[in-house]
Every structure is written in C-alpha cells, then in structure tokens.
T-cell receptor, first 111, second 116 residues
Framework: QQPVQSPQAVILREGEDAVINCSSSKALYSVHWYRQKHGEAPVFLMILLKGGEQKGHEKISASFNEKKQQSSLYLTASQLSYSGTYFCGTAGSSNTGKLIFGQGTTLQVKP | EAGVVQSPRYKIIEKKQPVAFWCNPISGHNTLYWYLQNLGQGPELLIRYENEEAVDDSQLPKDRFSAERLKGVDSTLKIQPAELGDSAVYLC??????????????FGPGTRLTVL
C-alpha cells in the first residue's frame, strides 16, 4: 500500500527549515528517502531501519517512528540545491519487504 | 564509477508500435529494477531481477510488456504493442545487495516515452 506524503508542495526562502512527512497504514521495516530534480534520476538520501539504524546523508536528518509507522525528513537551513521532489519509499515488516514509493513532495527554495 | 546507463533517453512512437528500452546497471550490482514513473508520481515497480532471475514481476502487464536480463548484467524492457497510456518515464535502477528493503538503489536517468 502506497505511503502518504505531506505536504504535497512547499516553497521556502534560503535558510529556512522544512519538514516532509511520510506515513503508512502498515507496519514498516524500513523507510527510504530519495530526491529527484526535474528531468533527472532520483538520488538516494537515507534509509532508516526498524530498530534505529540509519544509512545515508550526513547533512540531512530524518526520524522513524515505528509505532506510528511514520517518518519525517528534516531539511535545515535550506539551500537552493535542496529544490526538487522528495520521495519516501516504505518496505513492509520484514527484511524481504517490497519497497513502495509515495507520491512525492515538491520543494522549491527561493533566493 | 559509471552510473546506471539507459538508452534511449527519449522515444516517440505511434500507438500499436513496439518499443524497447535498454539498461546497463552499475558493475557488480546483482539486483536490477525497472520502474514506471508517471508525471507527478513516485516510481512504480514493474519488475525486479536478482542476477538473471525475475523475482518480482507481479506489476508487469504481461500481455504487452516483457523483460529480460541475460547473463545477469544488462537488461531490456519491451512493450508490444504500445498504448497511449504507456506514455511515461521508464526508470532503471540497480543495487549491490539483494534485499530491496535495506539497500540503496542507484537510478538511471530514465527513458521518456511518448505514445502518439
């Protein structure tokens, strides 16, 4: 079942902060975050695993609430290069779970 | 290190024509994915290969879509015949590990298909 992302779109000024949320109706093993710029390939940002392990980007932080089946991506002191569409992908309750992507959140950072 | 290579980048065809997309994953990556991405949506998995074996093709419309990954390296996705609704970006991705739940995926630039 597809995870739900919110908000759908956000516009920021440089230096402002943003939070993108991802929620699922099913128990999760992992949450993945990718960023895609217009006309380009999605680029890996981070994986958060059940139990607290994280793999990924040093400058971007995220949280994973296993009980609520939710994850949030925190973009602090945003830069122009942060602009793009952010996708979360969620995998079910085992390490063999299938990754399903959300519909995306478009972030635009203005000077 | 070379990334995932896809060709062509753009393809325009008329409906009912066949079309094929090619993907060369990152060297050494065992797992290869084909995704479909509609405008304003996230990628949707069509098929996943572990080496040369298709381990998940449940979302592949098998009446018109086919795929192969001979020798467990590069892969081809084919549509025959194409329909108007097939217009989308077709993304290929690869990963080093076998479990998609905890392995980073590397995406190619995609092929943008337009069916007229």
């Amino acid at each position: 079942q597809q995870p739900v992302q919110s908000p759908q779109a956000v516009i920021l000024r440089e230096g402002e902060d943003a939070v993108i949320n991802c929620s699922s109706s099913k128990a999760l093993y992992s949450v993945h975050w990718y960023r895609q710029k217009h006309g380009e390939a999605p680029v890996f940002l981070m994986i958060l695993l059940k139990g607290g392990e994280q793999k990924g980007h040093e400058k971007i932080s995220a949280s994973f609430n296993e009980k609520k089946q939710q994850s949030s991506l925190y973009l602090t002191a945003s830069q122009l290069s942060y602009s793009g569409t952010y996708f979360c992908g969620t995998a079910g309750s085992s390490n063999t779970g299938k990754l399903i992507f959300g519909q995306g959140t478009t972030l635009q950072v203005k000077p | 290190e070379a990334g995932v290579v896809q060709s062509p980048r753009y393809k325009i065809i008329e409906k009912k024509q066949p079309v094929a997309f090619w993907c060369n994953p990152i060297s050494g990556h065992n797992t290869l994915y084909w995704y479909l991405q509609n405008l304003g949506q996230g990628p949707e998995l069509l098929i996943r290969y572990e080496n040369e074996e298709a381990v998940d093709d449940s979302q592949l419309p098998k009446d018109r879509f086919s795929a192969e990954r001979l020798k467990g390296v590069d892969s081809t996705l084919k549509i025959q015949p194409a329909e108007l609704g097939d217009s989308a970006v077709y993304l290929c991705a690869s990963s080093l590990g076998l479990a998609e739940s905890y392995n980073e995926q590397f995406f190619g630039p995609g092929t943008r298909l337009t069916v007229l």
